[in-house]
């Protein structure tokens, strides 16, 4: 079964810190591809990056970098730097990869909620 | 272009009340999910559109639970008779293509609270 685990139910840091949100998976596919939202206060999700389980090349985007690991089953989410706008909820999700009529859907971790204080 | 929309945004019923929850996808887009978040939890899977035909619908909690997407773009997902526990947040995603692990984009969720 797949199964996504954020361990940490909430982050408090202070603006200018670096923080790192934690993403535990499992799964029994060989191929499959990982993702990580942002949920402000406003309720949407915001697609952040998206991963295949074939590339563990590490991304930095300006002030976020993620670090997936396919040994340790982990893809960490880093943003250095931390402002006050990064205040949310963030959710890993994992999802298979098969073709055809296959579902695809997202399994969720239960999210970290990440306070930036002024 | 225009992102994946919902309505309403909000929606109070009373518990028996029937709702009517609408989403219009991404244009073009041939997958279409719904999901539901309950507070302070991850969204959970419940039914997934491949333009007009429903080819999963296991994760609806109850046979008071329908969706359909007649023309392949807008879908509506129906609750009948609703009770106290479905009251969530109803979030709809669209993806591109069929093949697996496309991006999902997400609609900004309608939040339905019952009485």
């Known amino acids: 079964a797949q199964k996504v685990t954020q361990a940490q139910t909430e982050i408090s840091v202070v603006e200018k810190e670096d923080v790192t949100l934690d993403c535990v998976y499992e799964?029994?596919?060989?191929?499959?591809?990982l993702f990580w939202y942002k949920q402000p206060p406003s309720g949407e999700l915001v697609f952040l990056i998206r991963?295949?389980?074939?590339?563990?090349q590490n991304e930095i985007s300006g002030r976020y970098s993620w670090n997936f690991q396919k040994s340790t089953s982990s893809f960490n989410f880093t943003i250095t730097a931390s402002q006050v706008v990064d205040s949310a909820v963030y959710f890993c999700?994992?999802?298979?990869?098969?073709?055809?009529?296959?579902?695809?859907?997202?399994?969720f971790g239960t999210g970290t909620l990440l306070a930036v204080q002024p | 272009g225009a992102g994946v929309s919902q309505s309403p945004r909000y929606k109070v019923a009373k518990r028996g009340q029937d709702v009517a929850l609408r989403c219009d996808p991404i244009?073009?887009?041939?997958?279409l999910f719904w999901y539901q978040q309950a507070l302070g939890q991850g969204p959970e899977f419940l039914t997934y559109?491949?333009?007009?035909?429903?080819?999963?619908k296991s994760g609806l909690p109850s046979d008071r639970f329908f969706a359909e997407r007649p023309e392949g773009s807008v879908s509506t997902l129906k609750i009948q008779r609703t009770q106290q526990e479905d009251s969530a947040v109803y979030l709809c995603?669209?993806?591109?293509?069929?093949?697996?692990?496309?991006?999902?984009?997400f609609g900004p969720g309608t939040r339905l609270l019952v009485l």
């Open positions: 995603a669209s993806s591109a293509g069929l093949a697996g692990g496309k991006t999902q984009y």
């Open positions: 799964t029994r596919d060989t191929t499959y591809y």
């Open positions: 991963r295949n389980s074939f590339d563990e």
């Open positions: 999700a994992l999802s298979e990869a098969r073709g055809g009529g296959a579902t695809n859907k997202l399994i």
């Open positions: 244009s073009g887009h041939v997958s």
């Open positions: 559109f491949q333009n007009e035909a429903q080819l999963d």
